[in-house]
């Protein structure tokens, strides 16, 4: 089945710097993947949508300067998460549509990315 | 707007036992419901859907239908093992603008 690969698994980094999480849709093209934020116990809160040639689509109360995100082909989305925070740990979780109908087939989630700011 | 909610947790079950994780929505015209999966660390996966209304998804044991009488998609296994321990989220696409909904997730553990 479609595979959305996420890298890194987890990283740590220090306060003040930026972190790039990768999404890739391994064999189908993603013309829009999401960026998810969840926090420990709790759902997944849509950041983004993320659009293939084309700026992000971000939801209410995210902050687009601070979560930076790239489309730039139908195979690679990355969310850049600039002068970290240690409110900004996390888990962040990508996800894309391996069909023409999300209806019919849902949508395919990557293995997500731990973030810990210190 | 559309939302989904789920039942509190977290749910703890003897090996064997039945489950059931309640889910309810609510969505204007004809949404799409999924069951995902989460297991510890890792992202979700699609456990089971249904798209239309009395569709039956089912997958790995565990059943839920599309009830639009009482807009409900509940999940059931009629015996849980050890290794179905994790988070179960309840979610429905909507008609429009593609964006998957979830409920607030409920922890399951199943003792041996």
């Known amino acids: 089945g479609a595979v959305v690969s996420q890298h890194p698994s987890w990283v740590i980094c220090k306060s003040g710097t930026s972190v790039k999480i990768e999404c890739r849709s391994l064999?189908?093209?993603?013309?829009?993947m999401f960026w998810y934020r969840q926090f420990p116990k709790q759902s997944l809160m849509l950041m983004a949508t993320?659009?293939?040639?084309?700026?992000?689509?971000?939801e209410q109360g995210v902050e687009k300067d601070k979560f930076l995100i790239n489309h730039a082909s139908l195979t690679l989305s990355t969310l850049t998460v600039t002068s970290a925070h240690p409110e900004d740990s996390s888990f962040y979780i990508c996800?894309?549509?391996?069909?023409?109908?999300?209806?019919?087939?849902?949508?395919?989630f990557g293995s997500g990315t731990r973030l810990t700011v210190v | 707007g559309d939302s989904v909610t789920q039942m509190e947790g977290p749910v703890t079950l003897s090996e064997e036992a039945f489950l059931t994780i309640n889910c309810t929505y609510t969505?204007?015209?004809?949404?799409?419901l999924f069951w995902y999966v989460q297991y510890p660390g890792e992202g979700l996966q699609l456990l089971l859907k249904?798209?239309?209304?009395?569709d039956k998804g089912s997958n790995k044991g565990f059943e839920a239908t599309y009830r639009k009488e009482t807009t409900s998609f509940h999940l059931e296994k009629g015996s849980v093992q050890v290794s179905d321990s994790a988070v179960y989220f309840c979610?429905?696409?909507?008609?429009?603008?593609?964006?998957?909904?979830f409920g607030q997730g409920t922890i399951l553990t199943v003792h041996p």
């Open positions: 996800s894309a549509n391996d069909a023409g109908t999300p209806q019919n087939y849902g949508y395919t």
């Open positions: 064999d189908f093209q993603a013309t829009t």
């Open positions: 993320s659009n293939e040639g084309s700026k992000a689509t971000y």
């Open positions: 969505a204007t015209g004809y949404p799409s």
């Open positions: 249904a798209t239309k209304a009395d």
């Open positions: 979610a429905l696409l909507g008609t429009s603008y593609g964006k998957l909904t």
